[in-house]
C-alpha cells in the first residue's frame, strides 16, 4: 500500500501487542509492538500491518482532509 | 477506485510466438491538485504522514522542493539525518522485498517475526537519526551529534546478515565471481541465498532480459518546467520520457557497475538476477554507508545536489531523491507561502510506463512457454512498484 491513512485505536491487547484500528466502519486487526504507550482513541499510521506511530488528531484530520479534497474517499482505501 | 490506485499487467504470446505485455495504471497523479491554495508548512508536514511505503523520501523530497522555493539553506546536520533517513527507509523496504520473494517461493507469507524484526530495526534508526521528528520541517535545526546511531546501525548490520548474506557484510562484499557467488546462495540459508538459488536452479538468470536505458541526471530548471508549466504536466507525470524515451530508475540504475552486479549482465543487457543482485547488493552497502554519512565524509549522495546548477526560476522549487524504488522527484510552485502548484514524479510511473523496462521485460517473458506466471511475478517483484498490481496471462 502506497498511501497511509491514520486510524484510530479502538481496542488493544496489550499481551499480544495488537490493536484493532477503525477508519469510518472499516476495522482492521494491526501490530502495536513499535508504539510505547498506545491508548484507546489515539491515531496511528499504519504500514504492512504495523502502527508506525502515533499522530496528533489534528495531524489525522489534516491528512485526511487532503486525500478528500483529491476527492477520494479514505474508507474505500483503508478497507483495499 | 481508490486513491492509491493500482497496476494492470496483462500477458499474451501470440500465434507468432512473441510475447506481448499490457500495463494499464489507475495511479491517479492528479492528487498533488488538492495542495493548491494550502499553506507550505501545512503541506510539508503532511506529506510524510501520507505516504506509508516511501514517507521519509515523499518527505525529504517535499521539504527541499519547499525550502529552494523559500529561498532557505539548509544545514549540514539536517540534510544528513534527512539523507539517513531515506537510507533506513531503503534498507527497510528492499528487506521487506527480499524477505516477501523468497517466502513466495516457498509458497507462505512472510514471517511474522521477520517483518517485525525489519520494522524494529526501521524503528530503532528513525530513532536515533530524527528522536524530536523535526528534520522534516522546512527550515529545521538539528545538533551535530548522533549519539545512538552507532548501536542501531550495528543492529541494521546484524539484520542484513541474518535476512541477505548468512554472513559477515565484508565476507560477502569480497564475493565478486560467479564461483564465490554460487557457493554462496547454494548455502540457502537466508531468504535471499534461497531467492537466487532458485531462480539459478531454475534456468530464471535471464528472464525479461532486455536492454535498458537508465534515467540520467536531470537539470532542475528543465524538469520543473516539465512538470510544472502547459497543459500536458499530468500526461508527463503519468506517462514520463526523456530523450523521447521510457527510462529506468531503480536500485539497479544505481547498482549496476558493482561487480556483483555485472557479473550477471552480460553485455550490460539486465534480467531477473542482476536485478536482484543490485537490490541485494544495495542493501548490504547501507550500514557501512550510514556510518559515512553520520561521520560527514560524504556531504551529498543526491543527484539533487546536481540540481542547483541549474535552480528553477525564484518560488519555485525540486528536488530529488533515490528512494528504494527509485528516483522521486518533487516540484513546487509558492506564492505568499502557499502553494499554487505542485507536481510528484514517483518511479513506478517511469519502470511501469506502457512502454518501459517492465512491459518490454514482461514481453520476452510472455514468449516463452513455460512457468510464465511464476516468472512474471519474481520480475514485477524485482522492479518493485509502490502499489497493488493484478497480473493476467492470456
Given amino acids: ?80 | 477506485m481508490g486513491v492509491e490506485g493500482r497496476l494492470t499487467i496483462g500477458l499474451e504470446r501470440r500465434a507468432d510466438g512473441s510475447g506481448h505485455a499490457r500495463i494499464v495504471s489507475s495511479r491517479p497523479v492528479g492528487m498533488t491538485r488538492s495542495f493548491a491554495g494550502k499553506s507550505v508548512e501545512d503541506v510539508i508536514r503532511t506529506v510524510p504522514l501520507l505516504f506509508s511505503v516511501c514517507g521519509m523520501a515523499q518527505g525529504t523530497a517535499a521539504v527541499e522542493a519547499a525550502e529552494q522555493a523559500l529561498g532557505h539553506d539548509v544545514s549540514m546536520p539536517v540534510r544528513r539525518a534527512r539523507r539517513l533517513l531515506v537510507l533506513a527507509e531503503t534498507m527497510r523496504e528492499h528487506l521487506l522485498r527480499i524477505a516477501a520473494d523468497g517466502s513466495r517461493l516457498l509458497g507462505i507469507p512472510t514471517a511474522p517475526e521477520t517483518t517485525l524484526q525489519i520494522m524494529r530495526t526501521f524503528d530503532a534508526l528513525r530513532r536515533a537519526i530524527n528522536p524530536e521528528r523535526r528534520a522534516l520541517e522546512v527550515g529545521a535545526s538539528l545538533p551535530c551529534d548522533l549519539p545512538l546511531i552507532d548501536p542501531a546501525i550495528e543492529a541494521a548490520r546484524s539484520v542484513i546478515e541474518d535476512i541477505v548474506t548468512g554472513e559477515p557484510i565484508e565476507r560477502f562484499a569480497a564475493r565478486t565471481d560467479p564461483d564465490a557467488l554460487s557457493a554462496w546462495h547454494g548455502m540457502c540459508a537466508t531468504a535471499a541465498q534461497q531467492l537466487v538459488d532458485r531462480v539459478v536452479v531454475c534456468g530464471w538468470t535471464g528472464s525479461g532480459c532486455v536492454e535498458t536505458a537508465f534515467l540520467p541526471g536531470v537539470g532542475g530548471s528543465a524538469l520543473a518546467s516539465r512538470l510544472l508549466d502547459g497543459d500536458d504536466v499530468e500526461a508527463f507525470a503519468r506517462r514520463p520520457t526523456w530523450g523521447g524515451a521510457p527510462r529506468e530508475t531503480t536500485a539497479l540504475s544505481r547498482e549496476s557497475e558493482t561487480p556483483m552486479v555485472r557479473a550477471f549482465a552480460p553485455n550490460r543487457r539486465h534480467g531477473l538476477l542482476s536485478r536482484l543482485m543490485a537490490r541485494i547488493v544495495e542493501v548490504v552497502s547501507v550500514p557501512e554507508r550510514m556510518v559515512q554519512i553520520a561521520k560527514d565524509t560524504v556531504p551529498d549522495d543526491f543527484p539533487g545536489a546536481d540540481l542547483s546548477a541549474s535552480s528553477p526560476k525564484p518560488g519555485r522549487g525540486i528536488a530529488c531523491v533515490e528512494a528504494a524504488r527509485g528516483r522521486l522527484v518533487h516540484a513546487v510552485e509558492v506564492e505568499d507561502d502557499r502553494i499554487a502548484r505542485y507536481a510528484i514524479l514517483a518511479p513506478t510511473e517511469w519502470n511501469f510506463h506502457p512502454e518501459g523496462v517492465a512491459a518490454r521485460g514482461l514481453a520476452v517473458i510472455a514468449s516463452g512457454g513455460d512457468s510464465v506466471r511464476e516468472q512474471a511475478h519474481l520480475f514485477v517483484a524485482a522492479l518493485d512498484p509502490c502499489v497493488a498490481y493484478d497480473l493476467e496471462v492470456a
Fill in chain 1, 1 to 80: 500500500m502506497c498511501l497511509a491513512l491514520p486510524a484510530e485505536v479502538v481496542s488493544l491487547d496489550a499481551e499480544k501487542e495488537t490493536a484493532v484500528v477503525a477508519l469510518g466502519p472499516v476495522k482492521k486487526e494491526i501490530s502495536v509492538a513499535l508504539v510505547d504507550e498506545l491508548r484507546i482513541g489515539d491515531y496511528v499510521l499504519v504500514h504492512v500491518g504495523f502502527a508506525l506511530h502515533k499522530l496528533s488528531p489534528e495531524e489525522a484530520a489534516r491528512t485526511l482532509d487532503l486525500i478528500r479534497d483529491a476527492g477520494e474517499d479514505p474508507h474505500e482505501e483503508f478497507a483495499a
